[in-house]
């Protein structure tokens, strides 16, 4: 007869805290073309994960969505976030951003993730010119005036 033995066994856990933000879908544009990008995260948390999702220029790109909030039970179900392109009517070239996405739980391995950047640019459809209309009537040495408009292509930034 064999008697009982007793044998230690360690389980090593392979998850990870941690999430990805996908890389953007492409640029945004003034015109209002959007780009998208997603996160998920690497494990089931132990507390609920919300992400603030945060435009570091809001007359760039607009975010879709102020916060991601993600569960036990959705933890790897990717949430997209789509970015929206702003037009600020100046001819400043194209102009990059970043979206942010911070971190909190009540999870401490996910409390202690840094936050994570998509970089986006907002690509410009100003232009800087002057368009002058046709004029109307004819100058006459006899008085008659002729009138015309000038319309300015984009917003100047100063005077």
Not at 30 to 55: N, Q
Not at 133 to 146: D, F, H, Q, R, V
């Amino acid at each position: 007869v064999l008697s009982s033995q007793t044998v230690g066994l360690v389980n090593e856990d392979d998850d990870v805290s941690g999430f990805v933000v996908s890389a953007p879908s492409g640029n945004t544009t003034e015109a209002g073309a959007m780009a998208t990008f997603t996160v998920v995260l690497g494990s089931e948390p132990f507390a609920d994960v919300v992400f603030d999702i945060l435009s570091s220029d809001v007359t760039e790109g607009a975010v879709s969505v102020p916060t991601l909030t993600f569960t036990a039970g959705d933890w790897d179900v990717p949430q997209t976030v789509t970015v929206t392109g702003q037009d600020d009517f100046h001819d400043d070239g194209d102009v990059a951003y970043n979206v942010t996405v911070a971190v909190s739980s009540g999870d401490a391995k996910y409390a202690a993730l840094a936050s994570q950047t998509a970089g986006l640019v907002n690509e410009d459809d100003d232009v800087s010119r002057f368009v002058v209309s046709t004029a109307s009537g004819n100058k006459t040495e006899a008085g008659a005036t002729a009138t015309f408009t000038v319309v300015l292509g984009s917003e100047p930034f100063a005077d």
